[in-house]
């Protein structure tokens, strides 16, 4: 079955410092590999996904994330986090019929 | 385009009572799913509808139902409400195709809070 792994359910970060949200993930198929970001009250908002092209892929935001197959990961990175960036950010694989979550990391972001 | 909308954004039930939970897809998404995000277990697989038919459930009781209508447009049912169904209910569309790739993005509307005392 295919599914992540997200480590850090509370990740802190000072405003302009990085970010670095970690997600690993389980397939025995090459995965489809999504990072989506919800904030308060709200759905969830497609930040990046890996499809099999470019290991490296860039999202809004100034979002990116690296597919690594080695770490079996595909962490989420921001140079220099906005106090904007506060929310709950989920990793997500794909199966043949849904999304597979994992249980969502919040990000706090102090000034 | 439009987003995905659902309505209510909020409800208030009691136990033992049912509940009817609306999603417009955006247009010309076929695909529709719910899901149901809770603090303890997060965001789980409820179904995926796609031309009006049921695809793929996921490991809900029977009293968790949904239907799609013609215009793409979906619900969900829940009957004999329990304290446990308590929930943000997420509906999103994929402009999945028939026979086409499983893997495209889906697009999440806002949700619904079902609260249930």
């Known amino acids: 079955a295919q599914s992540v792994t997200q480590l850090g359910s509370h990740v802190s970060v000072s405003e302009g410092a990085l970010v670095l949200l970690r997600c690993n993930y389980s397939s025995s198929v090459p995965p489809y590999l999504f990072w989506y970001v919800q904030y308060p009250n709200q759905g969830l908002q497609l930040l990046l996904k890996?499809?099999?092209?470019?290991?490296l892929v860039k999202g809004i935001n100034g979002f990116e994330a690296e597919f690594k197959k080695s770490e079996t990961s595909f962490h989420l990175t921001k140079p220099s986090a906005h106090m904007s960036d506060a929310a709950e950010y989920f990793c997500?694989?794909?199966?043949?019929?849904?999304?597979?979550f994992g249980k969502g990391t919040s990000l706090l972001v102090t000034p | 385009k439009a987003g995905v909308t659902q309505t209510p954004r909020y409800l208030i039930k009691t136990r033992g009572q049912q509940v009817t939970l609306s999603c417009s897809p955006i247009s010309g998404h076929r695909s529709v799913s719910w899901y149901q995000q809770t603090p303890g277990q997060g965001l789980q697989f409820l179904f995926e509808?796609?031309?009006?038919?049921?695809?793929n459930k996921g490991n809900f009781p029977g009293r968790f139902s949904g239907r799609q209508f013609s215009n793409s447009r979906s619900e969900m049912n829940v009957s004999t409400l329990e304290l446990g169904d308590s929930a943000l209910y997420l509906c999103?569309?994929?402009?999945?195709?028939?026979?086409?790739?499983?893997?495209?993005?889906?697009?999440f509307g806002p949700g619904t809070r079902l609260t249930v005392l």
């Open positions: 997500a694989v794909s199966t043949p019929y849904a999304l597979n």
């Open positions: 509808y796609f031309s009006e038919t049921q695809r």
């Open positions: 890996y499809t099999s092209a470019a290991t």
């Open positions: 999103a569309s994929s402009p999945r195709v028939a026979g086409g790739s499983h893997y495209n993005e889906q697009f």
